[in-house]
């Protein structure tokens, strides 16, 4: 494949095998990293909400098979007698321990054969079809093989023991910003995409959408605030909650973010891949579930945005008016961006990336912490399930709440300013924090752009 330029909306992405290649490599370079563990910590259950990471690793090789061997060059199966143990719809995470899955070494050759596979597909593909067109499916393996990274690295956090992983420390200095809202105005944009050649289909198609003036915080919550909600009451009141969240909150028992203890002196820790540590005060609060994020945006008397508000403030580009794929423009995330890809193993505190803040304003939209917003998860006017339904179609119309933005455990493959993630709104092993909105004071005088 000779190196193709794709343009659209005034964006230009090049497209070549290298780089395909180098995004399959990171994926797997980070694979590695999580299951590189004793065997006994790779085939235990460490949640209920989660799968062994055994399962994880032969499901990632499974996809790969399915999609690259098999879906893209017509070949014949590595393991095909392996399909229904790795279906993610067959069998919930809960019972994936019961089933004869591949043991570490099994799951580890059967992974390392299917990917010396792919890379003769890759050299050998013509990208003629839908499917390869752009390299679209090999991109797609990649992104699916990162978001298991991410779910993988949210197993790791949930096990008990001591820690088998490391990583530098995230930034711990910034400008430590006060919280400030930034006014949007009100007008229309464009949201979404149509000309991203790896974004997935829930990101699909490009459509107007006219958003009313509000404000947003230009720094997400911290943990030093969340706090002060703790301080008073937060979890004791019924009014800041919803009736649904509120009996959650009582029947979950919950009184701080996940893994968070106070001890006898009231002083807050909090446990991360298996270290004990002080709670930093700057740092994003993580590890709260959509409940918590709306009782305490009604404590502080905002809201949580919705999504295509987060959208608007992450994208629009006011001097221009067009979308752009970051918040900071079109360029590739880079270290000075965004806190991504597991480069750190927790958030680092506010401010800490001017270089990714939006033409708005607007810091830490992309990485540290995935951000709850208000809406649900549905598809966009004119959606197209594409490869296969099962990844966004039968989501739609439940109870999923969209996250935006991406986390420290995200990979930047996986993460741009139309990408979508949701889940149940009681969810918090994930890498979820909180961004304030606010409707605009009357005084503020917002028009129409």
Known sequence: MPARTVSGGGRQVTITRARLRRDLERARDRTRTLTEIPDSELVAQHSPLMSPLVWDLAHIANQEERWLV??????????????????????????????????????????????????????????????????????????????????????????????????????????????????????????????????????????????????????????????????????????????????????????????????????????????????????????????????????????????????????WHAASGRSLRYPWGEAEPGPEHANLGQRHLGPAVVGAYPDGASTLGVQQLIGDVWEWTASRFEPYPGFRAFPYREYSEVFFGGDYRVLRGGSFGTDQVACRGTFRNWDHPIRRQIFSGVRLAYDPPEASGASDV
Not at 93 to 109: E, F, I, S, V
Not at 138 to 162: C, I, K, S
Request: charged fraction near 30%; aromatic fraction near 10%; glycine fraction near 8%.
């Open 70 to 315: 098999r879906a893209a060059a017509g070949r014949e199966a590595v393991r095909g007698d392996v399909d229904g143990l790795y279906d993610a719809f067959l069998h919930p995470r809960a019972t994936r321990p019961d089933l004869p899955l591949l043991g570490p070494d099994d799951a580890r050759r059967y992974a390392a054969h299917v990917r010396e596979t792919v890379w003769d597909v890759l050299s050998s593909s013509d990208f003629g079809d839908e499917l390869t067109r752009d390299g679209f499916v090999f991109a797609m393996v990649a992104q699916h093989e990162q978001q298991h990274g991410e779910t993988m690295l949210a197993t790791h956090q949930l096990r008990d023991g001591p820690p088998l992983l490391s990583a530098p420390d995230a930034p711990r200095t910034g400008i430590r910003p006060t919280p400030e809202r930034v006014l949007i105005p009100a007008g229309e944009f464009e949201m979404g995409t149509s000309d991203d050649p790896w974004a997935l289909d829930n990101e699909r198609p490009a459509h107007p959408v006219y958003v009313p003036a509000f404000q947003l915080e230009t720094v997400p919550v911290t943990n030093a605030r969340y706090v002060e909600f703790i301080d008073d009451d937060g979890y004791g009141r019924p009014e800041l909650w919803s009736e649904e969240g509120w009996r959650h909150r009582q029947e979950a028992r919950l009184t701080a973010p996940q893994f968070w203890t106070r001890d006898t002196q009231g002083h807050w820790w909090r446990r991360r891949f298996g270290r004990t540590e002080p709670l930093h005060p700057d740092e994003p609060v993580v590890h709260v579930c959509f409940f918590e994020a709306e009782a305490f945006a009604r404590w502080a008397g905002g809201r949580l945005p919705t999504e295509p508000e987060w959208e608007k403030a992450a994208r």
